[in-house]
C-alpha cells in the first residue's frame, strides 16, 4: 500500500517562500500521477498542482502558476512543492496524493497524506 507523508508547513509572511515535501512509500509506480491539493476553512478542496512522476508533464491552477513548482527527487522518493511569493489567500492545509491513472487536476485520487497546515499572514 503507498504511503504519502507531508512536511514542510509553516506560518510565513506574505512574500516569502516555503517548500513542502512528500515522502512515498510502499507500491508506487513510476507511472503515477502526484498531485497537490489544498483545502482552506470553509472552502472545498482544491487542485493546486500535478506531475507524473516519470515525465516531464506538469499541471497547475491558475491561482498558483509562475508562483509554485512541482518537483520530484527519485532517489528520496519524494515530491515537492515549491511555493513563492505567497499570498494571505494561499493559507490551507495541503494535501499530498497519488493516482495511477485518471485526471491530474480532478479530487479522486487513490492515495492522501496526512496534510501540512500553510498560514500566509499579511
Known amino acids: 500500500q503507498v504511503q504519502l507523508v507531508e512536511s514542510g508547513g509553516g506560518l510565513v509572511q506574505a512574500g516569502g517562500s516555503l517548500r513542502l515535501s512528500c515522502v512515498a512509500s510502499g507500491r508506487t509506480f513510476s507511472s503515477y500521477i502526484m498531485g497537490w491539493f489544498r483545502q482552506a476553512p470553509g472552502k472545498e478542496r482544491e487542485f493546486v498542482a500535478a506531475?507524473?512522476?516519470?515525465?516531464?508533464?506538469?499541471y497547475y491552477a491558475d491561482s498558483v502558476k509562475g508562483r509554485f513548482t512541482i518537483s520530484r527527487d527519485n532517489a528520496k522518493n519524494t515530491v515537492y512543492l515549491q511555493m513563492n511569493s505567497l499570498k494571505p489567500e494561499d493559507t490551507a492545509v495541503y494535501y499530498c496524493?497519488?493516482?495511477?491513472?485518471?485526471?491530474?487536476?480532478?479530487?479522486?485520487?487513490?492515495?492522501w497524506g496526512q496534510g501540512t497546515q500553510v498560514t500566509v499572514s499579511s
Open positions: 496524493a497519488a493516482r495511477s491513472s485518471g485526471r491530474p487536476r480532478g479530487s479522486d485520487y487513490d492515495y
Open positions: 506531475m507524473h512522476w516519470s515525465a516531464r508533464i506538469t
